[in-house]
């Protein structure tokens, strides 16, 4: 899915503009259908599908997160879509220093820079 050449060279203080963001959208474009696809399924699924004998609720309970975890990355895909179209795309949503070529190229939808998202987690 994703490829180590898609950004080009390999520093860190690139700014938005530098970044491949066409390389980079059709990965979130990409992410998109299969979280899309990942929630259909997850939809479809029923517990009546689980063997008889065993317990449908663990089934369930992680259907449940499953869908909530494809629906959080969908959200984030989405939002990071809508940043290429307005120009944000790149920049920390914290610092508004530039996030870099790494984390975009590992993490297409990130909002934050590397930093910052450590301080966000350190604060959770």
């Known amino acids: 899915m994703v490829n180590n050449q898609i950004i080009g060279p390999r520093d860190p203080h ?3 503009e530098d970044l491949d963001l066409v390389a980079l959208r059709e990965n979130l474009l990409e ?13 479809a ?16 309970e992680v259907r449940v997160q499953l869908a909530f975890c ?3 990355v969908l959200a984030d895909v989405d939002a990071a879509l ?5 120009g944000g ?5 914290l610092c508004r220093r530039p996030i870099g070529s790494e984390r ?8 934050h820079c590397t930093r910052c998202q450590q301080v966000r987690e350190a604060g959770r």
Do not use: H, K, N, W
């Open 45 to 60: 699924t029923s517990s009546a599908d689980a063997p008889p004998g065993q317990r449908a609720v663990p089934q369930a």
């Open 104 to 111: 975009p190229a590992i993490v297409p939808q990130a909002r």
């Open 14 to 16: 690139l700014a938005p």
């Open 31 to 43: 992410q998109r259908l299969f979280r899309q696809e990942q929630l259909r399924q997850t939809a």
């Open 70 to 72: 494809a629906r959080m």
């Open 82 to 86: 809508v940043r290429m179209d307005e």
């Open 89 to 93: 795309y790149g920049a920390c949503g």
